[in-house]
Nanobody, 115 residues
Framework: QVQLEESGGGLVQPGESLRLSCAAS????????LAWYRQAPGKQRELVAV???????NYADSVKGRFTISRDNAKSTVYLQMNSLKPEDTAVYYC?????????WGRGTQVTVSS
């Protein structure tokens, strides 16, 4: 059974940092491209950052220079370091693992940025 479990969300003030983690099980982690998406209330889910199986990364323009995605294949975990958080970063953040044949989603973790 495939599981993606996000953790690390919470309530922070503008300018602060959070580190999200997503631990995977039931997949050959190293062959999957991994991504973080987010969905704010009333908005569509959007891609935040992706890291390929080869380690290449890409980011949404809105988070470039503030967020960093990384992976640890030995721990089957993908991370999202979020710095200089803004109120507009408030959303549920979802982990995604995708290969050519299938994709899996986590259940999400809430990030709230508010003073």
């Amino acid at each position: 059974q495939v599981q993606l479990e996000e953790s690390g969300g919470g309530l922070v003030q503008p300018g602060e940092s959070l580190r999200l983690s997503c631990a995977a099980s039931g997949i050959i982690f190293k062959i999957y491209d991994l991504a973080w998406y987010r969905q704010a209330p009333g908005k569509q889910r959007e891609l935040v950052a992706v890291i390929t199986s080869g380690g290449n990364t890409n980011y949404a323009d809105s988070v470039k220079g503030r967020f960093t995605i990384s992976r640890d294949n030995a721990k089957s975990t993908v991370y999202l370091q979020m710095n200089s958080l803004k109120p507009e970063d408030t959303a549920v953040y979802y982990c995604n693992a995708a290969s050519r044949l299938r994709a899996y989603w986590g259940r999400g973790t809430q990030v709230t940025v508010s003073s």
